[in-house]
């Protein structure tokens, strides 16, 4: 049996992964069309030419595809509503039972997979993404500047997204003051910005805190439109009212997954991360006007629940919603010793969850929002006695590189294979040597 000091246990019979897939996604998408350099708005034109009606075509061919925007017939009173997105996340993301072990009485846990959905776009900021760099093609733009911390999933998603709409993309990253100056290096996020030739802009967390990022990136949007470029600012996470609609979408996806869905399930509660608000406010909005009704719990990694209650009401006074943000979302704190910084027990919770339901968690977000929530379980668990809760994954597999060292010592053995000098050799498939 397996203890972590969050009061939970592992027992050893849940130490395989028995989740149960009910909504499997649909097959990967593909590309139609490859931007080059020289025609850069050729790209664009080709985009326009295909637009699609369907919000969830299931051929797989509109990927990347430009398509007109009609919201559910639940949210067409909040305003504005987005003309069009574009097609860049594999979705719907499937939906399955999670079997995390001690859970209160009769208490069910799903999951929503958006860290599925895509590789290089993973997680859940691909889905704000489709609406702000539609906005960002539609206003004309040919590069996209946005903000982060050092290993940002929402700065990666971006410049891959760019790039594959043709667009550069211009990334303001937070680093600590003794390496601002120093190659930020390839690990995780960081790699995968790179290769698709993100340029990089580095800035002291203390600079950060003085300037502020809407300072920081409309200074960088003044320099480039002084040498001809016309850039599109995205703010930190992409949360701002407009990717809001990202998660007001993914309320209908769902709506329309368990409409369809062979396990008539009824949600009371969704879980989620907050890093800047977006996703809670598209998520605790969306699940108050459509059918769902289910109750919105956040589970902050970085500022406090007060900071984001008032973040979220002037996304949603925005959208025009009318509603409170403390009557439709609860924010708990879950930011620990700080933003992006784990205790070894967070990182243990990680590793054991992996070991024991398969499910990989990052260590900044969904990790923390998980490890908050069994915490929470462990000490109230009358309060989820019997409930059944979507906890949604938002992906940032590839903030776990940044954590390797320190997730290390709490990794499986090796050893090195026996083989006696007398088995013989015998090929197959592949003969390398
Ligand atoms: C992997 C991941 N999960 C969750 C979040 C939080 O989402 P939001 O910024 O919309 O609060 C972020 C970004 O901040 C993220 O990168």
Redesign the pocket.
Known sequence: MLCCSAGFRIPPQLTKNKALLIFPSRPAALTLTQPNNKHKHKAFQIHSLMEVNTSHSNSGLDFLSKKPYSPPSWASHISPIPSHTFSLGHLPTPIHKWNLPNLPNNTEVWLKRDDLSGMQLS???VRKLEFLMADAVQKGADCIITIGGIQS??CRATAVAAKYLNLDSYLILRTSKVLVDQDPGLTGNLLVERLVGAHIELISKEEYAKIGSVALTNTLKERLIKEGRRPYVIPV?G?DSLGTWGYIQAIREIEQQLHSGAGKVKFDDIVV????????AGLSLGSRLSSLKAKVHAFSVCDDPDYFYDFVQGLLDGLKAGVDSRNIVNIQNAKGLGYAINTAEELTFVKEIAATTGVIL?PV??GKAAYGLLKDMAENPKKWEGRKILFIH???LLGLFDKVEQIAPSLGKYSRMDVCESVPRKDCIGKMF
């Open positions: 997680g859940n900021k999933n929402h996470g949360s991360a907050c890093g800047s608000g977006g996703t809670i990052d977000y969904s938002t992906g940032g």
